[in-house]
């Protein structure tokens, strides 16, 4: 059993994150509802029509909406609902939020779990037999491209892609979860879903490897010119058995730091290629909040994002004392 020190046990440190997760996702929310309501902007104003408002139609939403009443007044009501279960129902479309959200969830993370999880493989990969080979021509030229795609926009880059293997090969489609002209059931369904993800998780994959890769690199460098690294050496140990069990293992946490960010922030971070690729997910449901100030959208949105943030910060930290059982949190 993973043990921290003063000898408490797993146990009482994972109910310490989750207590430490609450209260952060209650901070989160407090400051994102004022935020967002005290920010220049009349949803009702939108809702109404910008070109020939109807100050009656406004005011009568106003109020059946409660926007009439002081913000700490609309924010204690908000919480009372949040306790029901109910996130309240959108200005626009007058759906439950709660269904928007559910609705455009799965799409971003099917698109950003698979291009992280290969950009960590690839990158984390690249970086670890960069860093075995410093100094060699595959060294030097993978620095300069990780360089070079980093300095790339992700829209451009899918752009590109699109005009590449959709306008000119014709040979992958341009935008969409699935072909909307044809019905398909089963197996089917699933190649054409896999079908449409090619280029834009090519796209976001290919942004996020130089991340890795050096990481990964500078990790591998750092833990090998270790004093313990050295010891190791001179007791004869194989340069392998060294770098599998101790160089490896030690390098590899900076990675798993930056893959439970990148996992994280997964749901806000796509907006751009989510709309270059005209993918239904949660970046252009955040778009189209923003830009109609649909209040109880984006609350719930936010509100979502900061669970889904602390949830992965905490299996982050179980992982790290896995991983690595020098690491002792009090």
Known sequence: MIKVQGGIGVK?????????????IIFSFCITFFLIRYAPGNPMKVLAGTDN??????????????????IPVQFVNYVKNILKGDLGHS?????????????????TILLTLTSSILAVVVGTFLGVYAARKVGTIFDRVMCGISYFIDATPGFWLGLIFILIFASTFKILPTSGMYDLRIEKQGFAHVLDVIKHMILPVSTLTIIQIPLYFRISRSSVLQTM???????????????SQIFNKYVLRNAIIPTITMFSLSLAFTISGVALIEIVFAWPGMGRLIMDAIMKRDYPLLTGIYLTISISICIVMIITDIVYAIVDPRIRLE
């Open 12 to 24: 009482s440190y994972i109910g310490k994150r989750i207590a430490t997760g609450i209260l952060t």
């Open 91 to 107: 200005y626009m479309s007058n759906e439950p939020v709660t269904k928007l959200i559910k609705e455009k969830v799965f799409p």
């Open 225 to 239: 010119s270790e004093d313990f690294i050295m010891t190791l050496r001179a007791t004869g140990m194989k340069e």
């Open 53 to 70: 408002p109807n100050l009656e139609l406004i005011e009568h939403l106003t109020i059946k909406y409660g926007l009439d009443k002081p």
